[in-house]
């Protein structure tokens, strides 16, 4: 579909998921979603390849936690007794250059909260 088609039909930015496919091509989808003016979410690996905004899990964080489980398996505790947990800690990624080339001011409020930022 056509950047064209697409905005008739309501869409109004790109949301790149951890997709295998996806993953393959995220340097060709940043790409377009800026060429057309789209704005755009996806991973911290979106985002390096230029894309607006990534959000995602704080791996370090995750990975740290994750030694309290080695220790309780290591220490006898059957790894189906452990509860499942999802991330508590998130990465907010802005890159600066794409907002400019969109013409989108990022409010002062998401500047506070970025992690990283690509001006």
Same mark, same amino acid.
């Given at each position: 579909m056509r950047p064209l088609v697409l905005r008739s039909v309501g869409v109004e930015g790109v949301a790149?998921?951890?997709?295998?496919?996806?993953r %393959? #091509?995220?340097t060709a989808i940043a790409e377009l979603a800026r060429l057309h003016k789209f704005p755009s979410v996806?991973? /911290?690996g979106f985002f390096s390849a230029g894309g607006l905004f990534a959000l995602g899990p704080n791996y370090v964080a995750? /990975?740290? @936690? %994750?030694? %309290?489980?080695?220790? @309780?398996?290591?220490?006898?505790?059957a790894p189906g007794d452990l509860p499942a947990e999802q991330a508590t800690e998130f990465k907010l990624f802005v #890159?600066?250059?794409?907002?400019?080339e969109l013409g989108i001011t990022i409010p002062a409020t998401i500047? /506070? @909260? /970025? #992690?990283?930022?690509?001006?």
């Open positions: 790149c998921i951890p997709d295998p496919v996806f %393959s #091509n995220l996806g991973d /911290a995750m /990975a740290k @936690r %994750s030694t %309290s489980f080695v220790d @309780r398996i290591l220490k006898g505790t #890159n600066l250059k794409t907002a400019k500047f /506070a @909260r /970025a #992690n990283e930022v690509i001006e």
